[in-house]
């Protein structure tokens, strides 16, 4: 584990040393513009998994008073202990093949979406600027635009390795404790009892 955090930190550190005026100057050459076409929060580029981080959570629960529980489900996850628990990492946004937030090919939470999809169809690897499916790839992208693009992705990737540095700080494995499912995530070990890859309606 603590080599693990390790490259992590030093991963931390290059991100932090990232140049946002070249990663908007690639984001420009690729070219991009949302089609509000919404495929991306339905089953339509894939399993539609939408993760979320703890804290991501509070600020959709907090502005809309939905409950957690009802808003996330565990990461779908076979990972078992010695008695047959279930163990995962993280959150998802429950789903029904469409996000539940998205209504009328608009999302409900817009201000408070998280970064996945904030940044979509973009993300970073290793400092790498990748791209997901999505027919509004290849169009023109202003140069404010793609700066405002840029930064959240180096914002998001950032949060991203400090949000597992804290959940490996925190893990200490598998092990039996509760009964159901443990999700691990940078605030430590929760238990619940519903199956991961619970899926509820609108
Ligand atoms: S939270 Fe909003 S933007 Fe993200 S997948 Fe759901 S509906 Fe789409």
Redo the contacts with the bound molecule.
């Keep these: 584990m603590k080599e693990k955090i390790k490259h992590l930190e030093k991963e931390l550190e290059a991100a932090s040393m990232i140049d946002e005026s070249f990663l908007s100057h690639e984001i420009r050459a690729v070219g991009f513009k949302c089609t509000r076409c919404?495929r991306?929060?339905t089953s339509d580029h894939g399993d539609?998994i939408?993760a979320v981080f703890p804290f991501e959570i509070r600020k959709i629960c907090e502005n809309t008073g939905i409950k957690a529980e009802d808003i996330v489900i565990p990461t779908p996850s076979l990972d078992k202990d010695k008695e047959g628990n279930i163990h995962t990492f993280e959150w998802v946004?429950r789903?029904d093949g469409?996000?539940?937030?998205?209504k009328n090919s608009?999302?409900?939470?817009?201000e408070w979406?998280?970064y996945?999809?904030k940044t979509?169809p973009f993300y970073l690897q290793e400092g790498n600027l990748m791209i997901s499916e999505c027919d509004g790839i290849g169009e023109p992208i202003s140069l404010e635009e793609s700066q405002k693009l840029a930064a959240m992705l180096k914002e998001r990737y950032i949060t991203e390795i400090k949000e597992s540095i804290l959940l490996f700080q925190k893990f200490r494995g598998f092990r039996p404790g509760g009964k159901g499912i443990c999700v691990h995530d940078s605030e430590g070990e929760h238990w619940i009892k519903i199956e991961p890859g619970t899926i509820i309606g609108n």
């Design positions: 919404a991306c929060c539609n939408v946004i789903n469409d996000c539940i937030f998205l608009l999302c409900k939470i817009y979406r998280p996945i999809c979509y």
